[in-house]
């Protein structure tokens, strides 16, 4: 069966000409990086390139990126890190109610070592308030985590005024762009950020690498203890080839970022408003502008997201139904119960987030294929009955079960 992977969000094929750079560091260029002989020093080289080449993306200095296993050793180092450096100095962390829980579980993991955490809502479209943010600094606030786009509703975050908001408070400000980084323009002095995290199979290159950037002067603690790599931040050989992989990805990313995002923007929009043309009861999760290139979130009245995502999986679409990471968690995606959804609304959400490798017929290809599914599903679902004799109908020819 011919597949259409509509699941970027939750990773992205390995470039294959990201697979060639890194083929050559499993065999030919094996050497220990920390090593004083020509093998060490060659990959050692080879790492040096690809920091330069993550740098050059966000607009950073080669020695302000740290290599990590992905996106949320990068998170975990930025909020221990800087919790546990900057305890004396205060024990308040600002983050917000939407984000990845890389963020959330490791803000849970330090509310109970005593730390405050003050998690901000959000709009109707999962926008922060910049003010906001503003009226919950406190003289004990050491650090400011604010995703740069959410993974599940693609909501754009005001990024560079929060920035401003943290440097004039003299407070750390930490963004988690793995999801930005590669896909839109990302520049880490623009944005004001002290702490970027980046994840290298979100931006076609391979999984389990990382990176996390730290504005120099910004010293957070290490949480791995052992050799003394990546600037005693990181302990642990390194991942050389995954490491040159991101290097490859992050070179990729800069020559095609524009002319790709203008082209998945041109796909999103029409496969959000075909939806919208096509089925009656959708809603747009998410905001309608600022919004990431490739991710379109529907809530799909009266249909169980889960049931949606599995029988487009047996008509060979990949989708995703909250975030792909709690797909196995039934539980009502947090991010769109923080943007206000009714627990039914949320739980009847569908996520499609495009990629390098969705062409206009994919697109069209699912635009014939959901409205028949969806139709199929309304048809059984539990949630809507048959109008009885003399009632109006609501436009499926369905009424909603009231009981
Ligand atoms: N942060 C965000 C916004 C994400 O979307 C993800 C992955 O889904 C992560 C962090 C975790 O990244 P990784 O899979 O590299 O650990």
Not at 145 to 163: D, K
Not at 373 to 380: C, F, I, K, Q, W
Request: net charge negative; aromatic share 4%; charged share 20%.
């Amino acid at each position: 069966m011919e597949r259409v992977y509509l699941d970027y969000a939750a990773t992205t094929p390995t470039d294959p000409e990201v697979v060639q750079a890194m083929v050559p560091y499993f065999t030919e260029v094996f050497g220990n990086p920390s090593s004083i002989h020509h093998c060490g020093q060659e990959a050692k080289e080879a790492i040096e390139e690809a920091r330069a080449k993550v740098a050059r993306l966000i607009g950073a200095q080669d020695e302000e990126i740290i290599f990590t296993s992905g996106g949320t050793e990068a998170d975990n180092l930025a909020l221990t890190g800087v919790a546990v450096a900057r305890e004396s100095k205060g024990n308040h962390i600002i983050t917000t109610s939407i984000e990845h829980h890389a963020v959330m579980e490791t803000c849970h993991f330090l509310e109970k070592r005593g730390f405050q955490i003050t998690y901000l809502p959000v709009d109707e479209y999962g926008l922060i308030g910049p003010e906001d943010v503003r009226k919950a600094i406190n003289n004990r606030t050491i650090l400011i985590s604010i995703m740069h786009a959410n993974n599940e509703v693609g909501t754009v975050e005001p990024i560079s005024p929060i920035g401003e908001i943290a440097r004039e408070a003299g407070v750390y400000f930490h963004s988690d762009a793995v999801q930005t980084v590669g896909h839109i323009p990302v520049d880490v002095n623009k944005l004001g950020v002290d702490l970027l995290s980046v994840s290298a199979h979100k931006l076609y290159g391979p999984k389990g690498v990382g990176a996390l950037y730290i504005r120099k002067g910004t010293k957070p603690a290490s949480l791995m203890h052992g050799g003394e790599q990546e600037r005693q931040l990181r302990a642990g050989t390194h991942n050389v080839p995954g490491i040159v992989g991101l290097g490859k990805a992050a070179e990729i990313a800069q020559q095609e970022i524009n002319e790709e995002a203008a082209r998945l923007t041109g796909l999103r929009d029409r496969l959000i408003n075909g939806i919208l043309e096509r089925i009656d009861h959708v809603r747009l999760n998410g905001h309608p502008s600022s919004r990431l290139p490739n991710n379109v979130n529907i809530s799909v009245d009266f249909v169980e997201g889960e049931s949606l995502c599995l029988t487009l999986d047996l008509e060979g679409i990949c989708t995703s139904t909250g975030s792909a990471c709690s797909s196995s968690n039934l539980e009502p995606s947090h991010v769109l119960m923080a943007l206000g959804l009714p627990p039914e609304q949320a739980r009847s959400s569908l996520r499609c987030t495009l990629g390098k490798w969705t062409a206009e017929s994919d697109i069209e290809h699912v635009l014939g294929v959901l409205p028949r599914v969806v139709a199929r599903l309304r048809a059984m679902s539990p949630l809507l009955r048959k109008p009885l004799a003399g009632e109006e109908s609501n436009g499926h020819g369905l009424e909603k079960n009231k009981s």
